[in-house]
């Protein structure tokens, strides 16, 4: 079956850096886009980041542009969040998902098929 398992999550303080990571199993890596969601405390889970399965095209939300940047590596099957300047705003449980690639829209939760089992990031001020 498939398997999404996130890590790297952690307590950093404001201003700060962590690297997430998602190691898939059970599908084909390079037919899917990847994405990373949040939910931060008492709010919906909400979009981040997610990359094609080239990895030649990535898309941000908004308010990580030009501080978050995602990756991937199909010879390993994962899929990588750099985090840098990391704001309070940012405190969340980080999940990563797989989409089939020739379907859906990226920024759209529910046209992702896995989820992985989340990740806790919290920035203190």
């Known amino acids: 079956q498939v398997q999404l398992v996130a890590t790297g999550g952690g307590l950093v303080q404001a201003g700060g850096s962590l690297r997430l990571s998602c190691a898939a199993s059970?599908?084909?890596?390079?037919?899917?886009?990847m994405g990373w969601f949040r939910q931060p405390p008492g709010k919906e889970r909400e979009f981040v980041s997610a990359?094609?399965?080239?990895?030649?095209?990535?898309y941000y939300a908004d308010s990580v542009k030009g501080r978050f940047t995602i990756s991937r590596d199909n010879a390993k099957n994962t899929v990588f969040l750099q985090m840098n300047s990391l704001e309070p705003e940012d405190t969340a449980v980080y999940y990563c998902?797989?989409?089939?690639?020739?379907?859906?829209?990226?920024?759209?939760?529910?046209?992702?098929?896995?989820w992985g089992q989340g990740t806790q990031v919290t920035v203190s001020s």
């Open positions: 990359i094609s399965w080239s990895g030649i095209s990535a």
């Open positions: 998902a797989a989409k089939r690639a020739s379907s859906g829209d990226v920024m759209r939760k529910n046209d992702y098929a896995y």
């Open positions: 059970g599908l084909t890596f390079n037919t899917y886009t």
